[in-house]
Nanobody, 116 residues
Framework: QVQLVESGGGLVQAGGSLRLSCAAS????????MSWYRQAPGKQRELVAR???????DYADSVKGRFSISRDNAKNTVYLQMNSLEPDDTAVYYC??????????WGQGTQVTVSS
């Protein structure tokens, strides 16, 4: 069983930055694919960024060049550095892994609000 706890969300002006953290407990995530998703009001949850065990990353087109996902296996934590934030980035951001169980694990989410 893996517990994922996100933190670092908040209110920021357009053009600003935030760093989200996803702290895992219950199991090492060293061998897990880790992802960040987001869900804006009235929209479907969408994949923002993903990092696999060898450090390879991929991003949604809408965040490429602005967001960066990283992992610190020693701290059992995954990060999402978000720069040049836009109002359209406003959403609840969720940490997720598809590994460790048939259904994977989700965090509870952290709210990011970007004002114009």
């Amino acid at each position: 069983q893996v517990q994922l706890v996100e933190s670092g969300g908040g209110l920021v002006q357009a053009g600003g930055s935030l760093r989200l953290s996803c702290a895992a407990s219950g199991s090492s995530i060293r061998r897990y694919v880790m992802s960040w998703y987001r869900q804006a009001p009235g929209k479907q949850r969408e994949l923002v960024a993903r990092i696999i065990t060898d450090g390879t990353t991929d991003y949604a087109d809408s965040v490429k060049g602005r967001f960066s996902i990283s992992r610190d296996n020693a701290k059992n934590t995954v990060y999402l550095q978000m720069n040049s934030l836009e109002p359209d980035d406003t959403a609840v951001y969720y940490c997720h892994t598809p590994d460790g169980s048939p259904f994977g694990f989700w965090g509870q989410g952290t709210q990011v609000t970007v004002s114009s």
